[in-house]
């Protein structure tokens, strides 16, 4: 059995190289296109196998030559994919416009993710189960998540819970139950009910979701780094300085990295500071899976910055 179970979305993406993104309405011209394995449980896994820790993955593609891609991808990097099931439906897409400064807005089409369901979690329940560690998303239906946090919290499973796209709907026992819950600052904001005019401070709202009763909360926060809350103590961590390209799986990238150090036995300060080095490094390529960095890689970026 793997150390780590990713339970989540597998995508195709549709990369678009725009000079800027458009506002709406607005028609421009495109620079270029690319077709990249993607899917925020997959992007997860990737990274885990990739920074050297056994991974399984759960979840569901289609049939079409999409879903065989993803699947020889995986299975290529590492990832333990005899979990992931075939739907009658095609595999989920994404589409992507990234700009000339790496910035990036997502539209996705769930198609076979929204298959996954809790019977399938069931047939492959003792994976979870003897799993240290289970990464999570919301690319994938929500009671699925629910019960397989539960699940989690029976077995002492730890999760890492990565709120995206977040829903105002997620219940505080869940979040009771999580180990640690990573939301970047939309997110944070949806899983607090606080709006955009709101005069409350990062660290208040911070403060009102880790209230909801999470073990851990870290809010990241893109170039300028990110929040660490636990204990009602609160750190800031800072972003490493490069030349971004594409920001596209930055967030998954720390999440795996996150969950790869804490099957090692780093602290979670430990863990950070090592999972934003890995994000750093994806940013400067472009691509979701392809720009995810190996262990060699960031260990070696670890010492240049040093």
């Known amino acids: 059995m793997s150390e780590i179970v990713v339970v989540g979305s597998l995508n195709m993406d549709t990369v678009v190289s725009v000079p800027y993104i458009p506002k709406i309405g607005e028609t421009i011209l495109a620079t270029d296109v690319n077709y990249y394995g993607g899917g925020k449980g997959a992007n997860q896994a990737i990274a885990v196998a990739r920074l050297g820790s056994s991974v399984s993955m759960i979840g569901k593609v289609g049939k079409d030559k999409n879903g065989r891609a993803l699947l020889d991808s995986l299975t290529k990097e590492g990832v333990d994919t005899t979990s992931i099931e075939v739907s009658e439906n095609i595999t989920g897409t994404a589409f992507i416009n990234v700009s000339s400064k790496g910035e990036n807005n997502i539209v996705v089409y769930p198609g076979a993710n929204k298959d996954l369901d809790i019977a399938q979690i069931e047939r492959h329940r003792k994976v979870i189960e003897n799993s240290s560690v289970c990464v999570l998303q919301l690319e994938i239906p929500y009671e699925v998540v629910k019960h397989v946090i539960n699940i989690c919290y029976e077995k002492d499973v730890k999760v890492i819970f990565n709120p995206a796209p977040a829903t105002s709907g997620i219940e505080d026992e869940l ?121 060699r890689e960031v260990d070696e970026f670890i010492k240049l910055k040093q």
């Open 175 to 295: 979040i009771r139950k999580t180990y640690i819950l990573i939301p970047n600052e939309t997110e944070l904001n949806i899983l607090s009910g606080t709006h955009n005019d709101s005069s409350e401070t990062l660290e208040d709202v911070a403060k009102k979701v880790y209230n909801k009763g999470c073990e851990n909360l870290i809010v990241t926060l893109g170039e300028k780094g990110g929040l660490y809350l636990q204990n009602k103590e609160i750190e800031y961590f800072k972003s490493k300085k490069v030349d971004s390209i594409d920001t596209t799986a930055a967030g998954d990238s720390f999440v795996g990295a996150m969950a790869a150090s804490i099957v090692e036995g780093k602290t979670i300060p430990e863990s950070i500071e090592f999972a934003t080095f890995a994000a750093a490094l994806t940013v400067t390529k472009p691509g979701a899976q392809y720009s995810l960095p190996t262990k």
